[in-house]
C-alpha cells in the first residue's frame, strides 16, 4: 500500500510562488509515473503536470513555463515548483502515483488560494 501526503499549500497573491511536495511511503523509482492534478470549486479533476521514471515531465498548456515538476528518489518525494501564479490556479492539488504493477495511488490534497 501506498501513501502519498501533500504539503506546501497556503494563500499567496498574484505573482507569487508556492513549492508543493508530495512524500511518498514507498521508493518512487519504482513508480511509473507520478502526477499533479488540481480541482478547483465547481470543476472538474485536471492534470497539471506529470513526470516518468525516466524524468520525462509533461506539463497542461495552461501551467507551461510557470510550473516546474521534479523528484527526488533518494527522499521519495515529487515537487510542484509554481511560479507567476494566477487567481485561476486556485485549487486542491493532488498528488497521484502509478506503479509498476498498475495500481493508482492519490494523496489526500493541499489547497492553494491565489488572491488577485
Known amino acids: 500500500q501506498v501513501q502519498l501526503v501533500e504539503s506546501g499549500g497556503g494563500l499567496v497573491q498574484t505573482g507569487g510562488s508556492l513549492r508543493l511536495s508530495c512524500a511518498a511511503s514507498?521508493?518512487?523509482?519504482?513508480?511509473?509515473?507520478m502526477g499533479w492534478y488540481r480541482q478547483a470549486p465547481g470543476k472538474q479533476r485536471e492534470l497539471v503536470a506529470s513526470?516518468?521514471?525516466?524524468?520525462?515531465?509533461w506539463y497542461a498548456d495552461s501551467v507551461k513555463g510557470r510550473f516546474t515538476t521534479s523528484r527526488d528518489n533518494a527522499k521519495n518525494t515529487m515537487y510542484l515548483e509554481m511560479n507567476s501564479l494566477k487567481p485561476e490556479d486556485t485549487a486542491v492539488y493532488y498528488c497521484?502515483?502509478?506503479?509498476?504493477?498498475?495500481?493508482?495511488?492519490w494523496g489526500k490534497g493541499t489547497l492553494v488560494t491565489v488572491s488577485s
Open positions: 514507498g521508493s518512487i523509482f519504482t513508480f511509473n509515473v
Open positions: 513526470i516518468r521514471r525516466s524524468s520525462i515531465t
Open positions: 497521484n502515483t502509478e506503479t509498476t504493477t498498475g495500481a493508482n495511488y
